[in-house]
């Protein structure tokens, strides 16, 4: 994984950002003025408290500048619970505003952030099917277990997708699900998810369904980093052998390449960007196949075949590399 003091330019540079931030020196301070709706207002107020102890003072006025700019740049999404602690993860480490606001942007254009927090979240849908296949047939005594307990994938995932685990992991762990987030995607979201469900199985099994969903509070908070990755780094090597017989037909929840129009552009200006003070609203990023280049930048989901054939991503220049070997593992991995 990345030391703490190479992730503030690391994260900047990895996410592509950087590129956004020198063509559009001046945007961030433009949308964190702009005025919100009260009830936009309200649902940041509120969550700044509930979000990272270390975010206080100074640290709390610049979290809520970052969300309110990302509110009025996103402004068909606007505030949604949980960006809180990914931005809040971001700004931890990243420390710049304006950095860690163009990191966000480059979340919802590069990493399909728009998908999981848009109207219908349909991306999270697809989010909550894949991890229920990935129990069923990794942990077939588990998914049992929850058949008969009637618990559902989306009674205890959901914040673990939208925050990026950031409400329940610790910092130190947070900050190493960036660094191999910024490289591998929601792939890599979806294995770590199933993995600590692997490492719990047997608890999880002896208890209520009344008790299961307590339980589950506590299941990112306390894992061992280094074996978690490692257990990630095999399901993800098994699951690129095969495909799910029943795979979602939600929208493509992994961005595998930037937008054409990106890269068409002057290298990172934003979209409707102009020199004026004022510059044109701006619209949600496409998040259709036809707008992703050839050249892919992350490895396409083992699980997902029908996402798949929707986005015909080509093979990934970091595919052969395993999570362990992106967290910075010096220990081999099964074959």
């Not at 709390?60 to 949604?80: C, M, N, P, T, W």
């Not at 602690?85 to 971001?90: E, F, I, N, P, Q």
Request: aromatic share 10%; proline share 5%.
């Amino acid at each position: 994984m990345l030391k703490e003091e190479e992730r503030k330019d690391g994260w900047f540079g990895r996410s592509c950002a950087d590129e956004l931030f020198s063509k559009n020196e001046g945007l961030y301070e433009v949308f964190a003025s702009r005025e919100l709706p009260d009830r936009v207002k309200e649902a940041i107020e509120k969550d700044l408290d509930r979000t990272l102890p270390a975010m206080k003072g100074e640290k709390k006025d610049a979290l809520r500048r970052i969300l309110r700019a990302l509110a009025s740049f996103q402004h068909e999404i606007g505030y949604v619970q949980g960006l809180n602690y990914v931005a809040a993860t971001l700004l931890y480490h990243v420390h710049c505003e304006a950095h860690v606001f163009w990191i966000m942007v480059q979340l919802f254009k590069r990493y399909s952030f728009t998908e999981y927090y848009r109207r219908g979240m349909p991306g999270l849908e697809a989010f909550f099917e894949v991890l229920r296949q990935g129990i069923q047939l990794h942990a077939p005594t588990l998914s049992k277990h929850f058949q008969r307990e009637d618990i559902l994938t989306n009674m205890f995932s959901m914040k673990w997708a939208l925050t990026l685990f950031g409400c329940k992991a610790k910092v130190e762990h947070s900050a190493a699900i960036m660094d191999v987030f910024l490289h591998v995607g929601w792939d890599f979201i979806i294995n770590l998810s199933l993995s600590l469900l692997i490492e719990a199985q047997e608890a999880i099994c002896k208890l209520p369904s009344e008790d299961i969903l307590v339980f589950m509070e506590s299941v990112p908070c306390n894992f061992e980093l280094e074996r978690m990755l490692k257990l990630t780094s095999v399901l993800m090597h098994k699951t690129q052998k095969w495909k799910l017989k029943k795979a979602s037909s939600a929208p493509n929840m992994i961005i595998t390449s930037p937008p054409k129009e990106a890269a068409e552009q002057k290298k990172g200006e934003y979209p409707g960007a102009s020199s004026s003070s004022q510059p044109a609203t701006p619209s949600s990023p496409s998040i259709s196949s036809s707008s992703y280049a050839s050249s892919s930048s992350m490895p396409s989901s083992p699980y997902m075949s029908k996402t798949r054939e929707i986005s015909k991503s080509s093979s990934s220049t970091i595919a052969s590399k395993s999570v362990a070997e992106l967290a910075g593992s010096s220990q081999s991995l099964p074959p």
